[in-house]
């Protein structure tokens, strides 16, 4: 009896935390073309900038890897001669939030080489520059590491490396839908596959250099192709893969 009191409890606990969320934005990709009042198309190779993004990557962002169907966003990673084409959407700008619960629905593509992600940048990169700016990796997933996810932060203080990293397996996670979130605080950061905790960041001491996530951070959905963490080598005969979101919600 007792059990089953504690369990009724525990219910109710967790019911009342998600009953106190508001959504304040979601995505459900039911129109049919990106809308452009939420998202940016992030194009070409890097170049001259930040050439490979920084990771060597392969592919080349274009506005025509993609498309909307049955309420999917479906990106697609393509081999078009001796190119590599993709698709990158950003909220930079356009929809920034801080703290709350940010998810997607999303079910991957498969191959060596594909490196799909949900993941979240500082609004202020532009000023301070990456990876001061804090970088919230929800999910990635790379094909040469089949079953497995990878959640991680970058900070100041771990200079760009992934030092606060999980990499947690999950043998079925390339069938179907999962949903990847995290439940963001000012104390602490916890990271989700479905209903399973698979990371708390939790710093003891935060400042600038190891908590940069006390402002505003904005969210990127991309398909990378390669690179230093997806590649180096690309399986061409597994292409194209498709990468669907079925949606992106932030509670708070």
Not at 33 to 41: C, D
Not at 89 to 111: Q, S, W
Not at 142 to 170: A, C, W
Not at 179 to 189: G, H, L, R
Request: hydrophobic content about 35%; proline content about 4%; glycine content about 8%.
């Amino acid at each position: 009896m007792k059990k089953i009191i504690v369990l009724v409890l525990m219910s109710s606990f967790c019911f009342a935390q998600q009953t106190n969320r508001k959504l304040i934005w979601e995505e459900n990709f039911n129109k049919k073309k990106i809308n452009e009042t939420f998202w940016n198309f992030e194009l070409g190779d890097g170049c001259p900038d930040l050439c490979g993004y920084g990771n060597n990557e392969r592919q080349i962002y274009t506005k025509t890897n993609h498309e909307i169907k049955d309420g999917n966003l479906i990106i697609e990673a393509r081999k078009e001669g001796n190119k590599y084409t993709s698709t990158k959407i950003t909220t930079k700008r356009k929809k920034e939030f801080k703290y709350g619960r940010i998810e997607a629905r999303a079910k991957l593509p498969v191959g060596h080489g594909l490196w799909p992600a949900f993941w979240m940048l500082g609004a202020n990169i532009d000023e301070v520059k990456w990876p001061k700016t804090g970088e919230i990796d929800i999910l990635e997933y790379i094909g040469r590491d089949p079953h497995m996810v990878y959640t991680t932060l970058h900070t100041q203080d771990s200079h760009g490396n992934t030092i606060n990293t999980k990499r947690t397996e999950f043998p079925n996670i390339e069938e179907g839908f999962h949903v990847y979130a995290i439940e963001w605080s000012k104390d602490k950061i916890d990271f989700f596959v479905d209903t399973t905790l698979v990371y708390t960041f939790d710093p003891k001491v935060k400042d600038e250099n190891t908590w940069p996530f006390d402002k505003p951070f904005y969210i990127i959905v991309n398909l990378a192709i390669g690179g230093n963490f997806g590649g180096p080598e690309v399986d061409d005969s597994i292409l194209p893969q498709k990468y669907y979101i079925d949606y992106i919600r932030v509670y708070q």
